[in-house]
């Protein structure tokens, strides 16, 4: 009889923290201390995320704003099984004294990319700044040749 083969599976998690600043249309955005200076020049934003592997993948993507500029914040994320990205609106940090949204979480599942775009309200350009965490957790199976 022949050597009996096994998968053998591995789970990891991945962590990114990223601090952003987006300017709309070009404008440059005033960096915060440790932060990249980045413009929008794209439909989708500025890619903050890539998973070029092929492995299965869980994320926990969370963003938080730290400026009150009333542009609008728009997360897009790319999952293998849909064609185009979905995207949600993260809301400035201070709207008023009484409310402070600011920071939006989601989980998603096989995640391809994960964009940020800083989009002007009113047609007056603005800034968006703030902080992008991605947890990733994902599995990697090998076969074992012996």
Same mark, same amino acid.
């Given at each position: 009889m022949g050597i009996r083969k096994h998968d053998q599976c591995?789970?990891?998690?991945?962590? @990114?923290y990223l601090d952003f600043a987006l300017g709309y249309n070009n404008t440059p955005a005033p960096a915060p201390s440790g932060s990249m /200076?980045?413009?929008?020049?794209?439909d989708y934003g %500025?890619?903050?995320?890539?998973?070029?592997?092929?492995?299965?993948?869980? @994320?926990?993507? $969370? $963003?938080? %704003?730290?400026?009150?500029d009333p542009c609008k914040l728009r997360l897009f994320v790319k999952t293998r099984d849909r064609n185009e990205p979905f995207s949600q609106?993260? /809301? @400035?940090?201070? $709207?008023n004294e009484y409310d402070h949204p600011g920071s939006?979480?989601?989980?998603?599942?096989?995640?391809?990319?994960?964009?940020? @775009?800083?989009? /002007?309200?009113?047609?007056? /350009?603005?800034?968006?700044?703030?902080k992008l965490i991605i947890q990733k957790t994902f599995c990697i199976c090998c076969k074992n040749n012996g």
């Open positions: 591995f789970v990891e998690t991945h962590k @990114a /200076p980045i413009n929008s020049v794209v %500025r890619v903050f995320f890539e998973d070029k592997t092929h492995n299965h993948n869980k @994320a926990l993507i $969370v $963003v938080k %704003r730290t400026d009150a609106l993260i /809301p @400035a940090a201070v $709207v939006y979480a989601m989980q998603v599942e096989n995640v391809e990319w994960v964009s940020l @775009a800083c989009e /002007p309200t009113g047609g007056v /350009p603005g800034y968006c700044v703030g």
